[in-house]
T-cell receptor, first 116, second 116 residues
Framework: EAQVTQNPRYLITVTGKKLTVTCSQN?????MSWYRQDPGLGLRQIYY???????DKGDVPEGYKVSRKEKRNFPLILESPSPNQTSLYFC???????????????FGPGTRLTVL | AQTVTQSQPEMSVQEAETVTLSCTYD???????LFWYKQPPSRQMILVIR??????QNATENRFSVNFQKAAKSFSLKISDSQLGDAAMYFC?????????????FGQGTTLQVKP
């Protein structure tokens, strides 16, 4: 089954304790992204990757890191989490654009993170 | 910078009735995509409908249809014959045609309640 998986689905942690949220896709997609969802703000892109070893900042990258060592994996790293990073996080992937056809973006199930 | 605005935080509809969710956006681009996503309580992001800006014809998917007004930069979603399973948060989203980031810009979301 084609899917994007994220782990963990729920996480409660404390300020300053490093954590990693994993993301993996089995569709051989080039593009992967991380979004955070906050009430009244919708989803906002944190980081994205266009292919292996190619990553760049999205709209809200402060406090986050990513890496893309393998095509299928795109982990989100919080080196020193703070309470303002309490949010719902989504990983997404899609294949490269082909002409005018839009390739659907597939979302993971979400990770609910609480930083105390 | 592109923006997407959903001015209705909450809407309600009687089962079997029709409801319209509003979305406006701002962009200087002429080619782009617009989307409506559904997020049920499971938090999964589900693509409901997609519209290519270069197409004048409004997209339809079964009970879901859009009213795309390019000059007015308006993109509303009409749900006909509403069902209890339609209750969810709905997000309007925009993506540029050019560029390869695949970034989606989301509105704030509208929570739809369906009354039996």
């Amino acid at each position: 089954e084609a899917q994007v998986t994220q782990n963990p689905r729920y996480l409660i942690t404390v300020t300053g304790k490093k954590l990693t949220v994993t993301c993996s896709q089995n569709m051989n997609h080039e593009y992967m992204s991380w979004y955070r969802q906050d009430p009244g703000l919708g989803l906002r892109q944190i980081y994205y990757s266009m292919n292996v070893e190619v990553t760049d900042k999205g709209d809200v990258p402060e406090g986050y890191k990513v890496s893309r060592k393998e095509k299928r994996n795109f982990p989100l790293i919080l080196e020193s989490p703070s309470p303002n990073q309490t949010s719902l996080y989504f990983c997404a992937s899609r294949s490269r654009d082909t002409g005018l056809h839009d390739n659907e973006q597939f979302f993971g199930p979400g990770t609910r993170l609480t930083v105390l | 910078a592109q923006t997407v605005t959903q001015s209705q935080p909450e809407m309600s509809v009687q089962e079997a009735e029709t409801v319209t969710l509003s979305c406006t956006y701002d962009t200087s681009e002429s080619d782009y995509y617009l989307f409506w996503y559904k997020q049920p309580p499971s938090r999964q992001m589900i693509l409901v409908i997609r519209q290519e800006a270069y197409k004048q014809q409004n997209a339809t998917e079964n009970r879901f249809s859009v009213n795309f007004q390019k000059a007015a930069k308006s993109f509303s979603l009409k749900i006909s014959d509403s069902q209890l399973g339609d209750a969810a948060m709905y997000f309007c989203a925009y993506r540029r045609l050019s560029g390869n980031t695949g970034k989606l810009i989301f509105g704030q979301g509208t929570t739809l309640q369906v009354k039996p």
